[in-house]
């Protein structure tokens, strides 16, 4: 069952506050600093309070909540902000958690330097042949301007997929790609997956906020027995086509 919390209300808007001074001392206890990125701060800060009011605990908004042996909820691998494999593994190797919120300030100060990105240039699909369509929905990565080309060459009834957005009902409603399918949540998404049970044979690609939600559900679906899943890589903030919102 889709959990709905209302991000207007008096209750998530105080928890949101509790939570934000959360991440603060987990900061500086840590001698970490906030992402260089501040959607990317906001949409985890607004996961943890999401969860806080649900479930008593704040679990890391980027991996599943399941019920444990004792009828409680649990994070798959005790993902409890701030979490273990963050603070041992993640952020000492790679500069930053999962999620993204926490970073070293080495990690952030490089961020902040980048004054562009490398531009990749794709041919969208009404120069493209179905072959070649087929050939980009195949890869298990794909960027913003595949994703784009893909949903305009399934307009032109060229190739079929499923697009599924594995962000949360609060954040599907703000804002989702134009095209989307189908919402599943990463926060219950056994329960909503149920509705691609018969779709195991089918291209599906998934995508998120940031790529980090996606990619790991993409993993758990692959090793579920669905054939083609695929993930976009970046996430919806990277995204530059059409967006739509509302239920």
Not at 9 to 21: P, R, V, W
Not at 27 to 38: I, L, R
Not at 94 to 102: A, E, R, T, V, Y
């Amino acid at each position: 069952m889709i959990k709905k919390i209302d991000t207007n209300s008096d209750e998530f808007i105080a928890e949101l506050e509790k939570t934000q001074k959360f991440t603060e001392k987990v900061c500086k206890n840590f001698n970490f600093v906030f992402n260089p990125d501040d959607e990317i701060n906001e949409s985890v800060t607004f996961g943890l309070a999401r969860n806080k009011i649900i479930y008593g605990k704040r679990f890391c908004p980027c991996f599943m909540v399941e019920e444990g042996e004792d009828g409680k909820p649990r994070s798959v691998e005790d993902r409890i902000c701030p979490c273990k494999p963050a603070l041992e593994k993640e952020i000492p190797e790679n500069g930053l958690c999962h999620c993204g919120i926490f970073c070293t300030p080495e990690y952030a100060k490089h961020k902040s330097l980048e004054t562009s990105a490398e531009t990749v240039i794709h041919t969208h699909s009404r120069g493209l042949t179905k072959e070649e369509c087929e050939e980009i929905l195949a890869k298990p990565q794909l960027d913003g301007e595949e994703i784009e080309a893909l949903l305009e060459a399934r307009e032109l009834g060229m190739i079929h997929f499923y697009l599924v957005d594995v962000r949360e009902w609060m954040e599907w409603v703000g804002q989702r790609i134009k095209g989307t399918d189908y919402l599943v949540p990463t926060t219950s998404f056994y329960q909503a997956l149920s509705q691609l049970e018969d779709k195991k044979e089918e291209p599906i690609i998934l995508y998120c906020f940031t790529g980090s939600r996606s990619v790991y559900c993409q993993q758990v679906m692959l090793s579920m027995g669905y054939k083609h899943v695929s993930n976009y890589t970046r996430g919806i903030i990277a995204y530059q086509g059409e967006v739509e919102s509302g239920e």
